[in-house]
């Protein structure tokens, strides 16, 4: 039989196709056991804030109902209602109603306490109070961005993003249609297997549709952290203060607005400093002769083209302004191109800054749809969708784990990762991944390396450990 050199080359590239597919293999199985825990965590906290935002509002918003009368009362007055309910405190925010049923909510603060005061907005009613930032859904974003335990949970939950990309990766090299699955077929589970492959079968099916998503959240979620996302990329696509046309600035930032882990500030302008109040800066706001109050500012807001629900923060400090600011990710829209901040000088009523979305760089445009799907706030469809994908996150997690337990022999003591090859050409595509990756993602690069090391050096040629993990 004659042997054509395209089958002798076939042959010959077998044992390194199957070595490849082998440290793929292992790859994702290291990088599942790390972020499998994080996953399932991420997708039932997302869960629980998602559904929480949905039927009480972020902010306890739908908690209290009223019946709509023909008009509503001054704002002044629906605040003083609010004041009379906290003794000694002072007013930091206002939270327009979004439909005629809803109440008015206003932030007071009373020394270490900050409460939230439900007004019912045509009556001057006070329907009740409560602690601001100590629902559920804070519980579960507290847990969802640092595990509760601050700075050393932000980097975990970090470093478990960057592994989720190598586990993307990964699978869909270990997914992609060869001998036995092609075409079609790679796109829908085997429900005729058993076992192990069955579930192997859905691993894989629900793993390619949800890849892309999983991708996004990833990404959208890294850009919060601490390393990667306040240090890098939010440093390098920060709204230029310089923009305001000869506007005095704070030494505040507009991250000072937000309120501990709870993000209502836009991802853009979280570093960008405020505005300060007192110069004859800015242009044309509230008219000459007319009080700078809180009726002034709520009047400038509507003629300024700020419709339905938006959030109005009261001057902090002497040099402190008003900000009326509509933000999808707070749950003020549903439409993130419409999302807008504006900074009104407390003193002369002039406004200061006007920032919208088409004023956001490249990377501000892509956070703030991007973390509008990531919270689910762009309609009832985007809710659906992220109920589907974190159940499906759910069980992507649960069934790795499932996998891994039955390919275990029956009372094994061991890890029993995939074997790792004992003679490999240098896999040129893996490098440049494992590479992008770290450069791309510095903190999960640094304990990138550290595992090749352990699994290349100590692994492999100690003996008790090599059994231990093989």
């Avoid at 045509?122 to 859904?137: E, F, I, K, N, Q």
């Avoid at 419709?307 to 400090?317: K, V």
Wanted: with cysteine; proline share 5%.
């Amino acid at each position: 039989m004659t042997i054509t050199t395209d089958q002798t080359a076939a042959r010959a590239g077998a044992p390194s196709a199957r070595a490849f597919y082998i440290t793929a293999w292992r790859w994702h199985f290291y990088a599942g056991l790390y972020v499998a825990p994080f996953l399932i965590m991420l997708a039932v906290t997302g869960l629980v804030m998602l559904w929480s935002s949905v039927l009480v509002g972020r902010d306890g918003e739908k908690y209290h109902s009223v019946t709509p009368a023909a008009e509503t009362l001054a704002v002044s007055r629906q605040a003083e209602a609010a004041l009379s309910a906290v003794p000694d405190g002072s007013l930091v925010q206002y939270i327009v109603p979004r439909t005629p049923e809803q109440a008015a909510l206003f932030r007071v603060n009373a020394g270490d306490r900050s409460l939230m005061v439900a007004v019912d907005p045509y009556r001057g009613t006070v329907l009740g109070s409560w602690p601001r930032r100590d629902a559920l859904y804070d519980l579960a974003n507290t847990i969802h961005g640092t595990l509760m335990i601050g700075v050393v949970g932000d980097r975990l939950i970090e470093i478990a993003a960057g592994f989720g990309v190598v586990l993307i990766v990964t699978g869909l090299y270990l997914w992609w249609p060869r001998e036995a699955r092609r075409g079609a077929a790679a796109f829908a589970p085997q429900l005729s297997l058993k076992g192990r492959n069955l579930w192997k079968s859905l691993h894989q099916t629900v793993g390619i549709y949800v890849s892309v998503l999983l991708l996004a959240f990833l990404l959208s979620g890294l850009t919060w952290a601490g390393i990667w996302g306040e240090r890098m990329t939010q440093a390098w696509s920060t709204f230029p203060a310089e923009k305001w046309d000869n506007v005095p600035l704070s030494d505040a930032t507009h991250a000072s607005m937000n309120h501990g882990g709870v993000k209502t500030v836009p991802w853009t302008l979280e570093q960008t400093p405020m505005p300060a109040s007192g110069s004859d800066a800015g242009t044309p706001g509230i008219a000459d002769g007319q009080p700078v109050d809180v009726d002034g500012v709520v009047a400038l807001a509507r003629a300024s083209g700020f419709d339905g629900r938006f959030q109005l923060s009261y001057p902090s400090g002497d040099e402190g302004v008003w900000t009326i600011a509509r933000d999808t990710m707070s749950n003020d829209s549903a439409n993130p191109f419409s999302d807008r901040t504006l900074h009104v000088d407390r003193y002369s009523g002039k406004v200061l800054a006007d920032v919208g979305f088409a004023d956001y760089g490249v990377a501000g445009k892509a956070m703030a749809v991007g973390i509008a799907l990531h919270e689910g706030d762009i309609g009832a469809w985007n809710v659906a969708l992220n109920t589907v994908f974190c159940l499906s996150v759910v069980f992507l997690s649960a069934s790795g784990i499932v996998m891994w337990w039955k390919r275990r022999p029956a009372g094994a003591a061991r890890l029993v990762a995939p074997a790792l090859p004992e003679k490999m050409a240098l896999w040129k595509t893996g490098a440049i991944v494992m590479v992008a990756v770290s450069l791309l993602f510095p903190l999960t690069g640094a304990v990138l390396v550290g595992v090749l090391l352990l699994d290349l050096v100590l692994v492999r040629h100690v003996r008790p450990l090599k059994r231990a993990i093989s």
